[in-house]
């Protein structure tokens, strides 16, 4: 274990794990990964990714029981208005991606061993 792992919590192991599970399996479906944890004040990208010509920001979400509503749940407004955030600060700072079309998708899980992966391709639009 390395001594960055033990400053941090379970909950930001098991996300990291979580956003690790999810880089592979969309990587496994023919998604490019470039970006892991892009952050800007106000927001961050789990990860950034590109589906053909299209960029893709997504939300990784991992819950382990629905008690709350589950995963797609946590991803209110609110969350939504800070990842278009993000997007809109990467898009300014990577002129040339900003030219491609662009979506914004979820990946949810519900278990860190042998997880079911949610992929909600387009899970929400500005408006």
């Known amino acids: 274990m390395s001594p960055q792992d033990t400053t941090r919590t379970a909950r930001q192991r098991d996300g990291d794990l979580a956003e690790a599970l999810a880089a592979t ?7 490019q990964i470039l970006e892991r944890n892009y952050r800007v004040r106000g ?3 789990d990860l950034i990714a590109l589906d053909g010509e299209t960029l893709v920001f997504v939300e990784v979400r991992y819950r382990k029981n629905a008690r709350f509503g589950g995963a797609a749940a946590s991803i209110d407004a609110r969350k939504q208005q800070r990842l ?7 898009l300014l ?20 061993h042998s997880p079911q992966i949610d992929w909600i391709k387009d899970a929400f639009q500005l408006i």
């Open 25 to 31: 399996y969309l990587s496994q479906q023919g998604l």
């Open 43 to 45: 927001g961050e990208l």
């Open 84 to 90: 278009i955030h993000a997007a809109q600060v990467y």
């Open 93 to 112: 700072k990577h002129p040339r991606q900003a030219l491609r079309p662009c979506r914004f998708d979820c990946v949810l899980l519900d278990a860190l």
